[in-house]
T-cell receptor, first 113, second 112 residues
Framework: GAGVSQSPSNKVTEKGKDVELRCDPI?????LYWYRQSLGQGLEFLIY????????KSGLPSDRFSAERTGGSVSTLTIQRTQQEDSAVYLC???????????FGPGTRLTVL | DAKTTQPNSMESNEEEPVHLPCNHS???????IHWYRQLPSQGPEYVIH???SNVNNRMASLAIAEDRKSSTLILHRATLRDAAVYYC?????????????FGKGITLSVRP
């Protein structure tokens, strides 16, 4: 079946612009996660959605970052006023009940010039 | 989250077994041991997980020490496609937060 998809696969933007990254989880998966991976760094948790519960935003690095999940499916990660340090690969993952295996998408590579 | 320690890198030969170690001396009784791997230019993928007993699946085996303070991921016959970063992660199966906390992992190189 279809896996987690993310779009765009690559995004180049100028410093100060806003960007939106999209994640389509596996159908029926109630949990959705965003991570990011900076060059030479490990994966860093950003935010977690589980069903209709309030999201866990504890990993968001600043208030320029926000995410929403509409209808319990598609999620959008928004970065406002992008900075060069935001350059990274942004990865989305989804899972069945929140403690199950996480399935990752291919990521969106964001480059802020 | 309890911490895991892995070597930075390991090399193996194609078609030979590979043993990837992980130390987790501060593991708690409710922590499961998960392994994910990340192939070049891809997102991570699940490999295997276990609690106390050794586990086998089509990808690998997981050997867990009796005191649970260490574990070893075993690839029975390495292929070139197994070259990746392998992450050993402790994950509590209690509580509300089920995020994965990735360390630096171990980079496995496979020689033809």
């Amino acid at each position: 079946g279809a896996g987690v998809s993310q779009s765009p696969s690559n995004k180049v933007t100028e410093k100060g612009k806003d960007v939106e990254l999209r994640c389509d989880p596996i159908s029926g998966h109630t949990a959705l996660y965003w991570y990011r991976q900076s060059l030479g760094q490990g994966l860093e948790f950003l935010i977690y959605f589980q069903g209709n519960s309030a999201p866990d935003k504890s990993g968001l690095p600043s208030d320029r970052f926000s995410a929403e999940r509409t209808g319990g499916s598609v999620s959008t990660l928004t970065i406002q006023r992008t900075q060069q340090e935001d350059s990274a690969v942004y990865l989305c993952a989804s899972s069945l009940p929140s403690l199950d295996t996480q399935y990752f998408g291919p990521g969106t590579r964001l480059t802020v010039l | 989250d309890a911490k895991t320690t892995q070597p930075n890198s390991m090399e193996s030969n194609e078609e030979e077994p590979v043993h990837l170690p992980c130390n987790h001396s501060t593991i708690s009784g409710t922590d499961y041991i998960h392994w994910y791997r990340q192939l070049p230019s891809q997102g991570p993928e699940y490999v295997i997980h276990g609690l106390t007993s050794n586990v086998n699946n089509r990808m690998a085996s997981l050997a867990i020490a009796e005191d649970r303070k260490s574990s070893t991921l075993i690839l029975h016959r390495a292929t070139l496609r197994d070259a990746a970063v392998y992450y050993c992660i402790l994950r509590a199966h209690t509580g509300a937060n089920s995020k994965l906390t990735f360390g630096k992992g171990i980079t496995l190189s496979v020689r033809p």
